[in-house]
């Protein structure tokens, strides 16, 4: 038995490995995605070798459409599952390909489309909202997604004498409640386990380190409450809590006269900021926030997947037009940003 079945049986989620990003590995990357007619798209939380050799980097409803509209035949999306799924339902004609189909999300996975089947029976004619972080199944049984950029927004377009079942993160149905002052607004209770685990008092400590510094957070932290509060009692100045989807946060950076901004997401964030504004001090509220399925995909599972073709995602037809319809909407509504 090998090394790397001993790693595999001890930890079913360690990724593959053996691989180094060095400039061969970059070379072989990039002419096996042209031997595929594949165009290499990575999420902000990506591994920093794996953005550097993507054809695109952005947040995960920007990639989508990008995917959309590529000529590209295959899709090759370095990010999570309910990603590529997401790029599939939008581009149901493409292959789609993620390195490693192992790369899932917590945040997705705390509702199953059987339990949202079961909170709408409890809750009839209400409508159902929620955030892109869902599988394609949740999407289907959706009226209206959105992303933390314009989820304010939906739920105010919705008449107010219906009741909204928002879901599957805590932290943000808590954060369009407390804007909207919704009352028959149910937020599901689920979390990703990177973002709950940026705090409050963790927040407050670094921002009292750092009186000088922006706070760039982002509202599925279960800071984003804090960082309100932290505003609202003065011990912040209001104008530094800037709460941005991680598109808004790029561009936020590009504007910003603070000579160095606290970031409270995921730290592979931190590798885009840099690069969009070299000159600012970006700092992670909690360096070790970050999302062991995004670091999934290594250099290895990329080259395995563009040799192999693999994994490949696929979507119920069925399915994938009724999670489109709910997507389309989403796009219709506000500025829909990027969500994650
Ligand atoms: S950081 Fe959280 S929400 Fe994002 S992919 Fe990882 S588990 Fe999911």
């Known amino acids: ?67 959309a509209a590529s000529e590209a035949s295959t899709i090759v999306f370095c990010g999570v599952h309910f990603m590529a799924e997401t790029a599939k339902i939008l581009s149901p004609d493409k292959t789609v390909l993620i390195p490693d189909a192992r790369a899932g999300c917590s945040l997705a996975d705390s509702i199953t489309g059987e339990q949202l089947r079961a909170w709408k029976a409890e809750h009839p004619g209400a409508v159902v909202v929620s955030y892109v972080n869902t599988t394609a199944e949740v999407k289907a049984e959706t009226d209206i997604c959105c992303t933390s950029s314009n989820a304010v927004d939906v739920v105010a377009s919705i008449p107010e004498d219906r009741d909204v079942l928002f879901c599957p993160d805590q932290f943000l149905g808590a954060h369009v409640k407390r804007v909207t002052g919704r009352e028959n607004l149910h937020v599901w209770v689920g979390e990703c386990h990177v973002h709950a685990g940026i705090n409050g008092p963790e927040l407050a400590e670094r921002a009292a380190a750092s009186p000088e510094a922006d706070l760039f957070i982002h509202p599925e932290c279960g800071c984003a409450t804090s960082a309100l509060y932290l505003a609202g009692e003065g011990a912040v100045e209001a104008e530094r809590v800037k709460i941005l ?9 590009r504007q910003t006269r603070a000579t160095s901004v606290l970031v409270a997401t995921e730290v592979g964030m931190l590798h885009q900021l840099r690069k969009a504004a070299p000159e600012i001090d970006f700092r992670a509220v909690n360096d070790r926030a970050s999302c062991r399925y995004m670091k999934m995909i290594t250099p290895a599972a990329l080259l395995r997947s563009l040799r192999e073709g693999a994994d490949e995602v696929d979507v119920d037809p069925d399915v994938a037009a009724r999670a489109r319809a709910s997507v389309q909407r989403m796009i219709e509504i506000g500025k829909p940003g990027g969500g994650e």
């Open 245 to 253: 989807s991680t598109g808004d946060m790029l561009t936020a950076a």
């Open 1 to 67: 038995m090998s090394r790397l079945d001993t790693a595999v049986q001890a930890d079913p989620l360690a990724p593959y490995g053996g691989v180094e990003a060095d400039a061969a590995w970059a070379d072989e990357v990039r002419r096996l995605a042209k031997e595929r007619d594949a165009v290499l798209l990575a999420h902000n939380y990506q591994l920093p070798e794996i953005q550097e050799i993507a054809d695109h980097t952005g947040d995960s409803l920007a990639l989508s459409r990008i995917a």
